[in-house]
C-alpha cells in the first residue's frame, strides 16, 4: 500500500508565494514521474508541472516562470514552489506519482487527496 499526502495550501494575496509538498509513503521500491495538477472550480483538472526521477522539470505555459518543482529522491517528496501568484491559480491542487511498489513490483498510478490554494485579497 502505498500513497500521496499533499500539504502546504492556504490563502495568499495576489503576488505572493507558496510553498506545497507532496510526500510519498508505504511500501515504495521506486518512483518515476511525480505530477502537479489542478483543478479549478468549473473547470477540468490541469496538468502543471512534471519532473522525472532524473532530470528537469517542465510546466503548463500558464505556471511557467513562476512555479518551480523540485525534488528529493531520498525523501519521497516534491515540493513546487509557486510565485507571484494570481487569482486564476486558485484551484485544488493534487500530486501524481507512479510509484513501484516493493511488496508486488507492480506500477500503480497514486493520487493525493489535494490541497486547495486561494489566491485573493
Known amino acids: 500500500q502505498v500513497q500521496l499526502v499533499e500539504s502546504g495550501g492556504g490563502l495568499v494575496q495576489p503576488g505572493g508565494s507558496l510553498r506545497l509538498s507532496c510526500a510519498a509513503s508505504g511500501s515504495i521500491f521506486s518512483i518515476d514521474a511525480m505530477e502537479w495538477y489542478r483543478q479549478a472550480p468549473g473547470k477540468e483538472r490541469e496538468l502543471i508541472a512534471a519532473i522525472p526521477s532524473g532530470g528537469n522539470a517542465n510546466y503548463a505555459d500558464s505556471v511557467k516562470g513562476r512555479f518551480t518543482i523540485s525534488r528529493d529522491n531520498a525523501k519521497n517528496t516534491v515540493h513546487p514552489q509557486m510565485n507571484n501568484l494570481k487569482p486564476e491559480d486558485t484551484a485544488v491542487y493534487y500530486c501524481?506519482?507512479?510509484?513501484?511498489?516493493?511488496?508486488?513490483?507492480?506500477?500503480?498510478?497514486?493520487w493525493g487527496q489535494g490541497t486547495l490554494v486561494t489566491v485573493s485579497s
Open positions: 501524481n506519482a507512479a510509484i513501484r511498489v516493493a511488496t508486488t513490483m507492480r506500477l500503480v498510478e497514486v
